[in-house]
């Protein structure tokens, strides 16, 4: 070649190389500018994550960021990273050799609807677990896409099912729990032969499944979970032979496991519970690679295939609530590490299983309500690891293995309704984590033995109807979480011990139907949260304690024993009517049907007393009398708005004071607080009994409210009062504030409630001079405050949704029991609502579940949410909203903010709590962090969050089974409903 076209050709190939350096250069800058501005908009709890990203460094020295050999960025993973912000999709995927974009599992958010347009080249898109929002664009153009992740989000609208169609390489496709517009089972899906993975759980589907399913012959994973879909379950799934997952849970399924569902063999984890499936289970028997199988909630019948017996990997069985009848295979549950078992509401026969918990490893033995017959085997009694065994109702009998009663991790044993015998032995002691002992409808005899005391965290003893004899041991008072003791119809005798007052959270003592002597303990007038007392049918002598008045008793029943003397005037009301009955030798000033107490039998000293203090009485009065026409001239302004014959009096309690009493006690100086529905008075009766009393305000529509801090006249009827005394006259619950009466006229509307003299949680945690709550202190609110909220929403006849909980919404006894208050927000369900329940705009902000964002429909689970940053409050110490959390944050995103190590969770507990509890605290935490989900679906029911709660207790170790509605979250270990 001449030199002069060397020279060219040398010259050319560094033009060449030098315009290729530049467009390189220029490509990278472009890449740097990208992610900037992606970091712009977001940001991470943990400080250090984005350090990396910065000016003049490579794109590929970025953390979670990867680049091929070219140096241009292929993947952006920040899974799990404690992410919040807005993130532009669209702006991202302006990468132009972007191939994954994982974002999962933060708190990012945005609108979708534009955002697609550059994301073409993308294989792998996953933003699970956010908050994006909004209706989906088309997807038609990301056809090179294997994974699409989008669930858990705020989704709403029609989904485009259609654009799928072109996106053929898809494998994964993962859009669950998002609240899309209802629609059937899309078709559209049917051409994507290459998928293995599908969730479209609570997804609004219904309809039915189309046969030709069982052409996607590739699912391994199949979660159509939490829908509307009904008919049958089609025979052309019975072809997915790949199947490992099938999940089908909470729909509209009919009829019976299609012929050839046994051709699923590689199938392990199972879950058709809560349809109407019925027929037999016989075309289970070949599965025997299942792990997980929960059917319950149907209506199934015939006999549990012996095959399961020898099925090696099972370690999950729930077939509850059916109608199955025959024993269970005798070897179920030994070949493996198995975890529990909830056969329950069957007619099952035959003996239990002895070898379930061969592996040592069974948290749960549930078969109630059955017709079980023989021994519980020994082999349960060195079961170390059982939570709860349930096997009352059934038909076993014979003695109980001594070391079941110590079963160290046990919080339920319930043997109630069979034919045991034999006594409850001292093993007992070693139950330290034992909450309900149900042991009642046996023939269990003996003297209940002392070691019982040990068992500290004992909240209820049910031993009614057995045959146990001698004392009530003493040592019972060492028991200071109970609170419902029940030992009625047994051949008890002796006295009842004074240390039974030493039980400070009794609500109920039944010990009727025995032999018991000696005096009714006046020390009894000391528990001062004693709901109900029945002592009836027994020998008790002696006199009615006068203090037993002090106490708020429901429930007093006497009757049928051997006690004399007068009965204390205060305790003669119409509740009690029937409640001293059968004591020959008792007199009254009062009631006719007993013999009226005799003058004479007064003694000269207590004459002299009785007329020294009418003398003093009667001096007072006087004065009394002279201050009443005194104020009664200041203030007959006032007086003139209160005409006796204008007011309506509507009591839901025996009342112990008049309707004037009480009216004149609205006066300034007795306003101890002011909500967002009224002022609040405390009353201090004659007495000494002290109430509290809301004054409702009645304003009408666009109207000003008084100006006067006192009873002004407005319109009778309030929608407040109308809401507040529905939901509360018909509650009877230890955690629930009492209220006693209503007083309407055409001027004032007032609610008589009981008074709490702590205040509220929110003036304990966040006022100046604030209280120093122990840890164990605010566990007690925690959990007290839950079993109202409980109450409310599931032993009601209709659930009640309070829509306003907040810490100053919860008010505080003199021991710092709690009681949910404040009804003026709440709704009752009607039986006619749909599952959204109602649409309003309540609640305090801070408290509003972020459903709020796209609809106004609330239901249970927003209470759920408020009650959850309660929590959030207990145990960090902070309001729901503070400075530090930043413009428009609140403590639930503070918290998730937080949750990317472990000293940075840690930090946010109150350090006022030792940090000996911290540990204890992140148990709470975690059930805080579940009850303020995103998404209403996600939250667990109240009754799942007491059961949590109880889990959790102070000075346990045992492991929180986290729960969704019933069910564990973690995959293939759905649980039975907590009243298992």
Not at 36 to 42: A, N, V, Y
Not at 85 to 107: E, H, I, T, W
Not at 793 to 804: A, L, M, Q, T, V
Not at 829 to 848: C, E, F, M, P, W
């Amino acid at each position: 070649m001449p030199l002069s076209a060397t020279k060219h050709c040398s010259i050319l190939l560094s033009s060449l190389f030098f315009f290729f350096v530049i467009g390189f250069v220029r490509c990278a800058d472009d890449e740097i500018r990208i992610l900037l501005d992606l970091k712009s908009g977001i940001r991470s709890s943990n400080e250090t994550l984005f350090e990396t990203w910065r000016e003049g460094s490579s794109p590929c020295n970025f953390v979670g960021v990867s680049c091929n050999s070219a140096g241009s960025v292929t993947e952006i993973d920040l899974r799990r990273r404690g992410i919040s912000g807005l993130l532009r999709v669209d702006a991202v995927c302006k990468l132009p050799s972007l191939q994954k974009l994982s974002m999962g599992y933060n708190f990012l958010s945005g609108n979708l609807r534009s955002d697609i347009r550059n994301c073409s080249n993308l294989l792998y898109f996953d933003l699970s677990f956010n908050g994006f929002y909004g209706t989906l664009p088309d997807l038609s153009s990301l056809t090179k896409l294997q994974v699409l992740n989008l669930s858990k989000n705020g989704f709403t609208g029609p989904f485009p099912w259609s654009s799928l169609k072109g996106l053929t390489d898809l494998t994964e496709l993962i859009l669950g729990d998002n609240p899309y517009d209802k629609t059937g089972f899309p078709d559209e899906i049917l051409g994507l032969k290459n998928l293995s993975s599908i969730y479209f759980n609570n997804c609004s589907f219904e309809g039915k499944i189309p046969p030709a399913i069982g052409e996607m012959t590739e699912l391994v994973r199949l979660e159509l979970s939490t829908n509307t879909i009904s008919g049958g379950i089609p025979e052309g799934l019975t072809k997915l032979t790949k199947l490992r997952t099938l999940e089908l849970y909470e729909n509209q399924f009919t009829g019976a496991l299609p012929n050839g569902f046994s051709n699923l063999i590689n199938l392990e984890y199972f879950d058709a519970s809560t349809n109407q499936l019925e027929g037999d289970l016989q075309q289970l028997k070949s599965l025997t690679k299942l792990v997980s199988l929960q059917l319950f909630n149907n209506q199934f019948t015939g006999e549990i295939p012996a095959e399961l017996g020898d099925f090696k990997a099972l370690v999950n069985l729930s077939l509850y609530s059916n109608k199955l009848s025959g024993p269970l295979p005798q070897k179920l549950g030994s070949w493996a590490e198995f975890d529990f078992i909830d056969v329950s509401d069957n007619i099952l026969t035959g003996p239990i299983p002895p070898d379930m918990c061969k592996r040592g490893t069974m948290t749960r033995l549930l078969m109630l309500d059955n017709q079980f017959t023989g021994q519980i085997p020994a082999s349960y009694a060195n079961c170390p690891t059982l939570i709860r065994f349930r096997v009352n109702n059934n038909k076993l009998s014979g003695s109980v293995p001594a070391q079941l009663w110590g079963l160290p991790k046990a919080e339920i044993i319930d043997l109630a309704g069979n034919d045991f015998e034999g006594p409850v032995t001292s093993h007992v002691q070693t139950a330290v984590t034992l909450g309900n002992l149900y042991i009642a409808n046996n023939r269990f005899s003996g003297q209940l033995p002392p070691e019982i005391s040990k068992a500290t965290s004992l909240v209820s003893i049910d031993a009614r109807s057995n045959q146990f004899s001698g004392e009530i041991p003493p040592e019972i008072g060492e028991l200071k979480k109970l609170s419902g003791l029940y030992l009625q119809n047994n051949l008890l005798s002796a006295k009842i011990p004074d240390e039974l007052a030493s039980c400070v959270s009794l609500n109920e003592i039944d010990l009727s139907v025995n032999s018991l002597s000696g005096d009714v303990p006046a020390s009894l007038s000391s528990l001062r949260s004693l709901n109900s007392l029945n002592l009836s049918h027994n020998r008790l002598s002696g006199r009615i304690p006068a203090s037993l008045s002090t106490l708020r008793l429901s429930l007093l029943d006497l009757s049928n024993n051997r006690l004399s003397g007068p009965i204390p005037n205060a305790l003669e009301m119409g509740a009690y009517e029937r409640s001293f009955d059968g004591n020959p030798d008792l007199c009254s000033k009062a009631e006719s049907k007993f013999r009226p107490c005799r003058s004479d039998s007064v003694k000269s000293g207590e004459l002299r007393t009785l007329l020294s203090c009418f003398l003093a009485g009667l001096a007072v009065l006087v004065a009394c009398l002279a201050c009443y026409i005194y104020l009664k001239k200041r203030k007959s302004d006032l007086n003139r708005s209160f005409k006796e014959d204008s007011w309506d009096l509507k009591s839901f309690q025996v009342l112990t004071f008049t309707e004037q009493e009480i009216l004149n006690s609205i006066k300034q100086e007795n306003l101890i607080g002011s909500g967002g529905s009224g002022n609040v008075y405390r009353v201090v009766l004659p007495s000494g009994k002290e109430l509290a009393v809301k004054h409702i305000w009645n304003v009408k529509a666009n109207g000003p409210k008084s100006s006067s801090p006192m009873l002004a006249k407005r319109p009778a009827k309030s929608p407040e009062l109308d809401a507040e005394v529905g939901a509360l006259s018909a509650i009877r619950h230890v955690n629930v504030v009492k209220i006693y009466c209503s007083i309407t006229s055409e001027d004032s509307s007032l609610l008589v409630y009981e008074y709490l003299p702590n205040g509220s949680l929110w003036d304990r945690m966040h006022k100046s001079g604030k209280v120093e709550l122990d840890w164990m202190t605010r566990y007690e609110i925690a959990i007290g405050a839950a079993k109202g909220l409980e109450y409310l929403h599931h032993g009601c006849e209709r659930p009640i949704i309070h829509r306003d909980v907040k810490s100053s919404n919860i008010l505080l006894d003199e021991f710092f029991k709690p009681r949910i208050a404040d009804f003026g927000l709440a709704k009752i369900v009607q039986s006619n609502a749909g599952k959204d329940s109602t649409h309003v705009i309540a609640g305090t902000l801070g408290y509003i579940a972020p459903e709020y964002g796209y609809t106004y429909k609330v239901n249970e689970k927003s209470d759920v949410y408020s009650f959850g940053v309660v929590l959030m409050e207990l145990i960090t110490g902070k309001k729901p909203i503070e400075p530090e959390f930043g413009e428009n944050m609140d403590i639930v995103w503070w918290i998730s903010s937080r949750m990317t190590s472990r000293e940075s969770i840690m930090g946010a507990v109150d350090p006022r709590i030792p940090e000996s509890q911290w540990e204890e605290a992140m148990k709470m935490l975690r059930i805080a962090v579940l009850c303020t989900a995103r998404l209403p679906a996600l939250r667990p029911s109240m009754r799942t969050v007491v059961q949590m709660l109880e889990d959790a207790e102070p000075c346990k170790s045992v492991k929180i089974v986290v729960k969704e509605e019933g069910k564990e979250a973690e995959k293939g270990k759905r649980m039975s409903p907590a009243r298992h």
